[in-house]
């Protein structure tokens, strides 16, 4: 971003030195470091205008550059990779865990504040602008249910020189405050785990004045690095010719993309070729050119450029995204040996992310964890039945905190999301003879698609004219005015057709989709007092149907160790002929072992007495909470001095010690509904009555003083 607002460093105006108020905190370096930093009055523009605004000072922009007292962009300043991300805050609600208020801030804090990304490995310590050591949960708290919040990492080149880390962290918060006009209320955690210290920092997405906190997306992309630049070079100094060559000299044999790589592409020929025969080819000096063709020589090693004829190189098209997709793999790998030392990762598999292209993997969770450090993107390792081990990427995981290491999964291949929006124009355009009608699909979402939130029904809309406009662009649809389109009865067997064309052409990447079979691990489940997976592989084995194509080794142990569990509670019998066999109502039983197991330890904690008898229709109940059980979601209510558990679809969206009552059962399920609406409305009436009543007596008695 333009930057027009400094209000950091140190400079001279008309004699007089000016101090920030951030530089009154000291910022320690090391004594290694190679230089200490001097820095006068930097006047590179003639006439640049200083204006005063209130108690902070501001230097005018021009051309771009932002001077005064920054280095930013210039080739001697300190480098400094800054990553800054917004993140929409997932669910609202209160407290902490499933159905809560932004769950993925509340991850993100504890992943910052981890144990072993500290110095020495310890625990990394959170701090604030004011103070070490401060309360994440109590930060969660503040920001749980504001619309977003930023990701933030800072990582200078140089950062093992910097003493006082979290002195310069805050130096960079307290010049992106000046620059965007607010106070910004933020926690931050220094992590030493990797090969460079970095920083991590969270801010909350709401700015002095309670309103959402917007930033630019220019500032992200240049504006937030340039303040960390800046702030690096004051405390380092420059980097000297010698440093500046060294750096520089570590891109040539990096397995990753770097700025020589980007400076090739830019010089490439339309038949990805570039000519290095002189000894002069980009006006550049010597020094850069022979770094130039080092790294020519180091692609050539690994089959991403050839060389012929001499000083003419061909580049394979795609050797940038190899050499990201080689850098990735090599990222996860040592974050998996840093992990799991004693893991063999030798034959790791990395999942398939090409539309229908990745193979079904049916397994056991190994590890898991975040794919980076900003995002909320997870991953699995997964062991199949041959104990190959396979890294499965996913964009967000639903069951992911559910999920223990040991659980058994299915992995399946993703796929674009297409055919759902093609359904839905089909059915709209079907009920209008033919025509889709923006209206029509507006008026069908407020009436019936309720739980899409008012501020999301445009951008769902929007998603199926984009759709719309693909097919068109294919000959599928036919536009007409005003945003209509002519749909033919076949849409959605054209559409598939289309997706698969242009996911093979463009090589579009999806996310696999993941099947939880059991979260918990299987050895856990062998003794468990309930029905669980082992139950219903043992029931499909025995009508000749299982789940799984083939078992591993763990897999098949657990089974057989359940066989006998199930065996010594009575619960199966092992024929004559040698065969296993489940008693019938077995599952029912084990069912109802969950159920009283965890009822009567919920009956404990609220001082009750647990009561297995199914609800009553239409009766009024105290809603207790509700219990996720192998079985399915269970409500929790109290009547009087007894708890009574009713199966539901989904979590209730219903406050505990709220009066609910429930509809017919219907295959083991009921609907549970609020009663309060219906007494809030039986109040209003008994309020209106007692009104009429009072201005009967009050005109009765206005009539009788007239008498």
């Not at 950062?159 to 130096?171: A, E, L, N, P, S």
């Not at 992590?191 to 991590?200: K, L, R």
Request: hydrophobic share 35%.
């Amino acid at each position: 971003m333009l930057l027009d607002d400094v209000s950091s460093g140190l400079w001279e105006e008309d004699g007089a030195v000016l101090a920030s108020s951030e530089l009154s905190r000291p910022l320690i370096i090391t004594n290694e470091s190679p230089r200490k930093s001097v820095f006068k009055k930097l006047r590179r523009h003639a006439g640049a205008e200083v204006k005063n605004k209130g108690a902070g000072t501001r230097l005018k922009m021009r051309d771009g550059v932002v001077r005064g007292n920054s280095f930013a962009g210039s080739f001697s300043g300190q480098r400094v990779v800054v990553k800054i991300n917004p993140v929409q805050n997932r669910t609202k609600g209160v407290g902490v865990g499933a159905g809560s208020g932004a769950k993925n801030l509340y991850q993100h804090v504890r992943y910052i504040s981890r144990s072993g990304a500290g110095k020495e490995e310890t625990q990394a310590v959170l701090f604030d602008r004011e103070n070490d050591g401060v309360d994440g949960l109590a930060f969660y708290g503040l920001c749980k249910d504001d619309r977003h919040h930023f990701r933030m990492i800072i990582s200078p080149e140089n950062g093992h020189q910097i003493d006082d880390f979290h002195g310069y962290v805050r130096g960079v918060m307290g010049r992106m405050e000046s620059d965007l006009g607010t106070t910004l209320n933020w926690i931050g955690a220094v992590h030493y785990d990797t090969d460079d210290v970095h920083a991590h920092v969270i801010i909350r997405g709401v700015n002095e004045r309670g309103q959402d906190l917007v930033i630019g997306r220019d500032y992200i992309a240049s504006g937030v690095r340039a303040r960390a630049q800046e702030l690096a070079t004051e405390l380092l100094g420059e980097r000297s010719l010698e440093e500046i060559q060294k750096s520089q000299e570590k891109q040539v044999e990096a397995m990753s993309v770097t700025s020589l790589d980007r400076f090739i592409e830019k010089n490439l020929s339309e038949e990805n070729v570039v000519d290095v025969r002189k000894v002069n080819n980009f006006g550049k000096d010597n020094f850069y050119e022979g770094l130039i063709k080092g790294r020519l020589q180091f692609l050539s090693t690994t089959g991403l450029a050839a060389e012929y004829p001499p000083g003419i190189w061909t580049l394979k098209e795609n050797f940038i995204e190899v050499l990201r997709d080689t850098s990735q793999r090599q990222n996860v790998l040592n974050n998996l040996y840093r992990q799991n030392p004693d893991m063999d990762l030798e034959n790791l598999s990395f999942y398939s992310m090409k539309a229908d292209e990745g193979e079904v993997i049916h397994g056991l969770v190994m590890n898991k964890g975040p794919v980076d450090e900003i995002t909320d993107r997870k991953y699995l390792v997964v062991k199949d039945a041959r104990e190959k081990l396979h890294y499965v990427p996913f964009g967000e995981l639903r069951d992911y905190d559910d999920l223990r290491i040991g659980a058994l999964v299915t992995v399946k291949p993703g796929m674009g999301s297409s055919g759902k929006a093609d359904f839905n124009i089909s059915q709209l355009a079907k009920a209008n003879n033919g025509i889709y009608d923006p209206r029509h699909h507006m008026a069908y979402i407020e009436a019936e698609l309720s739980h899409i939130e008012p501020e999301n029904r445009e951008g769902y809309l929007a998603s199926h004219t984009k759709r719309l406009e693909t097919l068109a662009k294919n000959g599928v649809v036919k536009p007409l005015d005003d945003g209509r389109y002519e749909v033919p009865a076949d849409v959605v067997e054209r559409g598939e057709e289309i997706t698969r064309e242009i996911n093979a052409r463009e090589g579009k990447r999806f996310y696999p989709k993941l099947e939880v079979l059991s979260a918990k691990p299987l050895d856990k489940l062998v003794s468990a007092e309930k029905w669980t997976w082992l139950d219903k592989e043992l029931y499909k084995q025995s009508i000749g149907k299982p789940s799984l194509p083939e078992y591993g080794a763990e897999v098949e142990d657990s089974l057989q160790k359940r066989r006998d569990w199930l065996v010594s509670k009575d619960l199966a019998v092992i024929q004559s002929n040698g065969e296993f066999d489940l008693r019938d109502g077995a599952l029912k039983q084990l069912r109802i072992m969950e159920m009283r197991r965890v009822g009567e330890k919920l009956a404990s904690q609220l001082e009750a007495q647990y009561n297995d008898k199914l609800v009553t229709p239409d009766k009024s109940y105290t809603y207790r909470g509700y219990a996720e059980l192998e079985s399915g979601t269970w409500a929790v209510v109290q009547e009087r001095d007894k708890i009574h558990m009713a199966r539901v679809k989904s979590v209730p969206d219903t406050k505990v010690g709220k009066s609910v009552a429930f509809s017919e059962i219907k295959d083991g399920v009921v609907e549970m509904r609020e009663l309060q609406v219906q007494q809030e409305a039986s109040k209003a009436r008994e309020l209106s009555q007692a009104e009429k009543t009072r201005r009967e007596l009050d005109r009765d008695e206005d009539q009788e003083l007239e008498r």
